[in-house]
T-cell receptor
Framework: DAKTTQPNSMESNEEEPVHLPCNHS???????IHWYRQLPSQGPEYVIH???SNVNNRMASLAIAEDRKSSTLILHRATLRDAAVYYC?????????FGAGTILRVKS | DTEVTQTPKHLVMGMTNKKSLKCEQH?????MYWYKQKAKKPPELMFV???????INESVPSRFSPECPNSSLLNLHLHALQPEDSALYLC????????????????FGQGTRLTVV
């Protein structure tokens, strides 16, 4: 399965932007980059996805490198409710396979 | 309605019991998934159903038996489980990823927390 690499954990202050990096050097030309997050005691929640261009939605922005070997999830103003595990995923066929993810801690 | 509903929320079962987990969605999604998640670990894919047919089995032991009786419902039948099978079992649904090229999102339920005693 296509592999992603993320930092184990990151910390942010409340109301500040957060940049969560992901490396996916084995990505192929048609692989979409997906981000999900999992809040404590909940199921994973879709955040954003993209192919080549940068993407924005109400939750976050996704910046994709020109060579597509890395991407960055941007939370524009972190809140305490954004504390979660963030997963960067490459789809392979019909499989959404989770890597280890990044634990995001938000300090007030 | 963008919900995936899983029942029960909690289940305690003995090693000789038979029980079933249920998952329901009404978004018209034709792909449904079962994941297993141990504490402090990422979800692990178990099964994928596409158009009510089992398309992927990630070498899951036969004591876990999935079933997709219709396009809205997914079951996971449990029999002769071991204590190490205790985990959060997550169901998800989506449009068929191959169909959309990956340009779609998956929706997850809140999970069933299973304890095997």
């Amino acid at each position: 399965d296509a592999k992603t690499t993320q930092p184990n954990s990151m910390e942010s202050n409340e109301e500040e932007p957060v940049h969560l990096p992901c490396n996916h050097s084995t990505i192929s030309g048609t692989d979409y980059i997906h981000w999900y997050r999992q809040l404590p005691s909940q199921g994973p929640e879709y955040v954003i996805h993209g192919l080549t261009s940068n993407v924005n939605n109400r939750m976050a922005s996704l910046a994709i490198a020109e060579d597509r070997k890395s991407s960055t999830l941007i939370l524009h103003r972190a809140t305490l409710r954004d504390a979660a595990v963030y997963y960067c995923i490459l789809l392979v066929g019909n499989k959404l396979v989770f890597g280890a993810g990044t634990i995001l801690r938000v300090k007030s | 309605d963008t919900e995936v509903t899983q029942t029960p929320k909690h289940l305690v079962m003995g090693m000789t019991n038979k029980k079933s987990l249920k998952c329901e969605q009404h978004m018209g999604h034709r792909a449904m998934y079962w994941y297993k998640q141990k504490a402090k670990k990422p979800p692990e894919l178990m099964f994928v159903y596409s158009y009510e047919k089992l398309s992927i089995n990630e070498s899951v032991p036969s004591r876990f038996s999935p079933e997709c009786p219709n396009s809205s419902l997914l079951n996971l039948h449990l029999h002769a489980l071991q204590p190490e099978d205790s985990a959060l079992y997550l169901c998800a649904s989506s449009q068929i990823f191959i169909w959309t090229g990956g340009d779609t999102e998956a929706f997850f339920g809140q999970g069933t927390r299973l304890t095997v005693v």
